[in-house]
């Protein structure tokens, strides 16, 4: 048995975790305080917030799937990003993509105009941008890649390693990959972040976080500060995300493998002005892809010829796609960053980033990829 397949990790029981009567399925532990023997021996659970038994079955799974010393599960991505944030000193550095997931921009913008923490967002790509930044001394540096939502690779195996040379802790947010495509702490990153909202739970139906640490040492400071602020997802959400996360290697091949199809047909449209996906030969991320990830994923955006008028009558006459801002569930949904996901992102910033109003982003999900592609066609014969 190879448990460190990931197919593996997440599929088989583990008989340790099947409660009184030996079920398959983990119980849920939804109570929110423990019995202690008496007052002066702590049990292992005391109080849900700061500890509950299904959150650290899914931390355990996720640690797995992403070569981590362990996890903590939080309610959702962004109190992942938050909990990031919590052990940093008074008006510390953070550099940040300055094309990554809008969430995270809004979350650190707000800071630093507050004055909590300093922020510098970068194009990551930028090699004197890159090492200007480090000569500013970040106390984190934050890496998302590919980017949202147009997918700009940034090389793992160098990056963290320069940042980590200047003395800063590194994160990635692979909320877009999923550790089945691409595991950063192998590659020398400190934090992994995710919104396990997205692929990890993948059925809609709930929102949380995890953020995973290689260093034991870093993930009882993370596990404390999250105690502290109240962090830790609930109990329930985390037994359902296990469940979701049964599934994870089949959906993902299945949504990629839609995505190469569906961004192989879009790149031969007259109407499609341009096409981001590292899967196509032509994307300027297309080598790295292959070498730092295990596939290119279920997440494309494109550009259409007729500029953003185009772009809402082509999500107008769409039928089987959902206009809607998320990714990586079981539906296909587009949306319009512009206006949409990266709203938080004021329009100087967006035009810096390279979010344009016409630019679309697809999430592919578990349908059948001709039928998709008959829908996309649908959209732009209504343009
Ligand atoms: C959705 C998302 C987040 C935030 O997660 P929530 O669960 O919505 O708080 C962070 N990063 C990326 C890349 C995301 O797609």
């Not at 260093?215 to 400071?221: G, H, S, T, V």
Request: contains cysteine; glycine residues 10%; negative net charge.
């Amino acid at each position: 048995m190879s448990e460190d397949n990931p197919a593996t990790a997440v599929a088989r029981a583990r008989a340790e975790w099947g409660g009184a009567h030996g079920g398959l399925t983990p119980p849920l532990d939804a109570s929110d305080t423990y019995r202690w023997p008496d007052a002066e021996t702590k049990p292992a659970y005391d109080y849900g917030r700061t500890v509950n038994p299904n959150r650290d079955m899914l931390a355990t799974v996720l640690a797995e799937l992403e070569g981590a010393a362990g996890g903590v599960v939080t309610g959702s991505g962004q109190s992942a990003a938050l909990l990031a944030l919590l052990p940093l000193p008074a008006d510390a550095l953070v550099v940040a993509p300055h094309d990554g997931y809008g969430g995270t921009f809004r979350l650190l913008a707000g800071l630093a105009e507050r004055g909590r923490i300093r922020a510098d967002f970068i194009d990551m790509k930028d090699d004197s941008a890159f090492e200007s930044a480090l000569e500013r001394e970040p106390a984190l540096v934050w890496f998302e890649t590919p980017s949202n939502p147009l997918l700009r690779l940034t090389d793992l195996a160098r990056r963290p390693a320069q940042a980590k040379a200047a003395g800063a802790a590194t994160i990635a947010d692979n909320t877009v990959l999923t550790p089945i495509l691409q595991r950063p702490l192998t590659l020398g990153c400190d934090l992994v972040l995710h919104s396990t909202t997205k692929a990890l739970n993948g059925h809609g139906d709930l929102f949380g976080g995890a953020l995973l640490a290689a260093d034991p040492a870093r993930l009882e400071a993370l596990a404390w500060w999250s105690n502290a602020a109240g962090l830790n997802g609930p109990a329930f959400d985390a037994w359902q995300t296990l469940r979701g996360l049964r599934t994870l290697p089949l959906r993902v091949q299945q949504m990629q493998s839609g995505a190469m199809a569906v961004a192989d047909w879009l790149a031969a449209q007259e109407a499609v002005r341009e096409v981001f996906y590292p899967g196509l030969a032509g994307h300027p991320g297309h080598d790295l892809a292959r070498r730092q990830q295990a596939g290119p994923g279920f997440l494309l955006s494109f550009r259409l010829a007729g500029g953003a008028a185009a772009a809402d009558a082509f999500v107008a006459g769409l039928r089987l796609v959902t206009l809607a801002s998320s990714l990586g569930g079981f539906g296909t949904l587009v949306c319009r960053p512009a206006t949409m996901t990266h709203r938080g992102m004021p329009p100087d910033a967006q035009a810096r980033a390279g979010i344009h109003p016409d630019l679309l982003r697809l999430s592919v999900g578990l349908e059948d990829p001709g039928d998709l592609i008959a829908d996309l066609a649908r959209g732009l014969a209504a343009i």
